[in-house]
């Protein structure tokens, strides 16, 4: 489907015939099926007075979801940050010639995978039903695991904590991607090993590490609304808070949708981008936007479209 | 640390009954071998016949099952302590390194830096030397092996025999007394071979010892001062050049030169 972009130098037949595309009917056939069904998924929605969209205009820009979008925000930039911090330390672990830190970086990732992160958020939750007191095992020291582990403290533990065991496994991929030779030659010219880590291994990692986080952090953006569990006010429980005062249920939920797909939609297209420049030079051709794609099938597929020697606009 | 005293006169690479296994497969079967300072040495064999391996045992990318390897005074990967054997540390491994240049066949240049941070990355970094006497050193050297004008391009943007050339100057960057150089020119275009050669052959008047492992007949009939033949995991032959190569006198050797020259 990329080829469409890059349109031969010389034209088929040497410019002396006129070339007619292949013809898709089917693809037309399945293309208006599907605009049909989207159609009236829209029409239904807009005339179902049960969705309230008065009522999602009037609460869209409200104080509390607003308010509710910057404590998701925020979590999700902490909790990426323990994750991406964390993880990378896990990874040298496992990769580690030593079989202890391997096998704890192991187990540590079985864990954190192996449990759903609700039940994780709950455990941090309650942590002082299980130390009340939180001492460390320095003697002097003692923290009142109440007062430590409010909400919030609980949602970065258990989410940071989480996304870590995930991070570890990309940025493990990442290392392992880097070739052999790399290694070797930084370790010809007596480069250490956390030298060659840092400046030889993980800058070319990065390439591939770049893409999966760009994905962990839009599913960590919806993750984040598992905190309603512990009434830390984010988004979903903002809007919770306000539905469970007027019983406007279905808004109020509309209303936190709308705004999760408008977060993720920028970071979508900021990834993509992203994506994009770290393909660079490594790639032949980068992966087409989704802009350039919807162009390239009007042209291609445009029943009118007859192409006499050169390709059109280039 | 010093063991021998009169280290000056002595070889500078000294193996002796080198032994080394991947596993069951014996891969040296006893090794010995002695270069001089300032000698320049090709193995020559086919391959499977260890003589890669060997190269990579003298820097310690591999660990040997057997034997010694010395470098002028001091023992590869070992402190040698009355009748005892100390494995040294990795960061130690590292630092003895630092003394020997390695060329490797697919030239492992450092793709995410310029051919100018190719070269002072090491010396920088390892070394701990000054910026500026690094960038000059390092832009000589690109000017030896003919590539002054390609300081800041990329490896990708590099011929594979530009690469092979810039690896080289990055070997020598870290002012080596002794280089390596693995089939440096076996996955290049056949007219890319004699440029990297060049740069070999000029480097070897200068005075610099080298162990090259080599398929280019020509190369070590022309620059080594000795050819050593190895098959199966032990040296079957080795003496001058000349003789080595048009001379030989084991049936192997004639088998194996007839079949690459």
Known sequence: MIETITPPSTPVGGGAFTVVSARHPWRWAAGIMLTAIMGLLVFSAVTNPRFGWDKVARYFRDVTVVNGIEVTLFLTVICMAVGVALGVVLAVMQLSPNPVASAFAGGYVTIFRGTPVLVQLLFWFNLAALYPEITFGIPGVSLDANQLITPMTAAILGLGLNEAAYMSEIVRAGIQSVDQGQTEAAGALGMPRLLTLSRVVLPQAMRVIIPPTGNEFIGMLKTTSLVSVLAVPDLLYSAQIIYSKNLQVIPLLVVASIWYIVVTTVFTVGQGYLERRFSRGTTRSAPPTAWGRLRAFFRVHSPLATRKGTNDER | ?261
């Open chain 2, 1 to 261: 640390m010093s063991v021998e005293t009169n280290a000056d006169t002595m070889p500078l690479v000294r193996a002796e009954g080198v032994r080394k296994s991947f596993g069951p497969l014996e891969v040296l079967k006893g090794i010995d071998l002695e270069v001089e300072r300032g000698e320049v040495v090709c193995l020559i064999g086919a391959s499977g016949s260890g003589k890669s391996t060997f190269l990579r045992c003298v820097n310690h990318l591999e660990k040997i099952d057997g034997g010694l390897i010395r470098i002028a005074d001091r023992v590869v990967g070992y402190h040698l302590k009355g009748d005892k054997l100390y494995e040294q540390s990795h960061n130690e491994v590292c630092a003895a390194r630092t003394d020997i240049g390695m060329v490797f066949q697919h030239f492992n240049l450092f793709p995410h830096m310029t051919a100018l941070e190719n070269l002072m990355e090491a010396p920088l970094r390892v070394l701990k030397q000054p910026r500026k006497t690094v960038e000059a050193r390092a832009l000589k050297l690109l000017e030896q092996v003919g590539l002054a004008g390609k300081a800041k391009s990329y490896p990708r943007h590099l011929s594979g025999g530009q690469q092979q050339r810039v690896a080289i100057a990055r070997a020598l960057c870290m002012e080596p007394k002794l280089m390596l150089f693995d089939e440096p020119t076996s996955a290049l275009d056949p007219e890319l071979v004699g440029e990297v050669l060049r740069v070999m052959k000029d480097l070897a008047r200068t005075g610099m010892t080298m162990i090259v492992v080599t398929h280019e007949m020509g190369f070590a009939r022309d620059v080594a001062d000795r050819v050593v033949f190895m098959h199966d995991g032990r040296i079957l032959e080795e003496g001058p050049a000349e003789s080595v190569i048009t001379n030989p006198r084991h049936e192997r050797t004639r088998a194996f030169l007839s079949a690459v020259l």
